[in-house]
């Protein structure tokens, strides 16, 4: 009987460690989550981490799907970002693919239904368009060529629109040509006065009001500089 105590105290029950509180838990599935979806893997069966590659074309596909649109997921790209991508990557040449022609090729390999395609009906269409644009090479070799032209790019921003200048905007904004009280609130040069174009300020100086020579008795009386001997 004191043998089997003796080996019940070396060998604990393996339930015995203490108990983890359940918001630690929930902190610590939250941070594997963070660094699986960081690091670009998925957890997998028994274990097992599978890497999420997204390749260079695959890259400035989600960014034209996304393109003007704050809902869109990435995952599809509809008829008039495909067209940019087209247009902004130079997949249009003007000769041998135009815009007729992407939009062809857009309407053939979308669904009947759909508006919108897939990244693998995206590849499907660039085949289309590779063999068109680079006739004379094989169609794995024009495929590449092609992809070379999207991998990387993204979406041409244009530039913001400058406003045109107008005549009735510009007289009013002009304060060489106001009239009346409101050109009394300027100099000649068209800067403002402050207050003293609001109000009538009052000048305590002790000179008379109105009188335009103060200051010249100063240089009246003022002798000139006598010249060196």
């Known amino acids: 009987m004191e043998e089997f105590k003796v080996q019940t105290a070396k060998h604990p029950a393996p339930n015995s460690s203490p108990m983890r509180p ?4 929930s902190k610590e599935q939250a941070a594997k989550r963070l660094s699986s979806a960081s690091n670009g893997t998925s957890d997998g069966g028994a274990g097992c981490k599978t890497p999420v590659e997204i390749t260079a074309l695959e890259e400035s ?3 034209f799907a996304i393109h003007g649109d704050t809902r869109a997921t990435g995952k599809d790209l509809n ?3 495909w ?16 815009l007729t022609d992407v939009d062809i090729v857009f309407s053939k390999v979308k669904n009947k239904s759909g508006r919108t395609i897939t990244y693998s009906q ?6 289309e368009l590779a063999r068109k644009r680079f006739k004379d090479k094989s169609s794995e070799d024009a495929a590449e060529e092609l992809h070379k ?6 979406p041409v921003i244009a530039g913001v629109t400058r406003a045109v200048a107008s005549p009735t905007v510009s007289r009013l904004t002009d304060p060489t040509k106001f009239t009346g009280s409101h050109k009394e609130r300027f100099d ?9 174009g609001r109000v009538e300020v009052v000048d ?11 200051g010249s008795y100063e240089k009246k009386i003022q002798k000139p500089p006598q010249k060196p001997m």
């Open 22 to 25: 359940h918001s630690e838990h």
């Open 79 to 81: 008829g008039k970002n």
């Open 188 to 196: 000649e040069t068209g800067r403002g006065k402050g207050k003293a």
């Open 149 to 154: 032209l999207i991998e990387g790019k993204s």
């Open 61 to 63: 596909f989600r960014r």
């Open 122 to 127: 995206f590849k499907e269409a660039l085949g």
């Open 83 to 98: 067209s940019k991508l087209c247009k902004d990557c130079g997949v249009i040449d003007g000769k041998s693919i135009t």
């Open 204 to 214: 305590t100086s002790g000179y008379v009001a109105g009188y335009k020579h103060a």
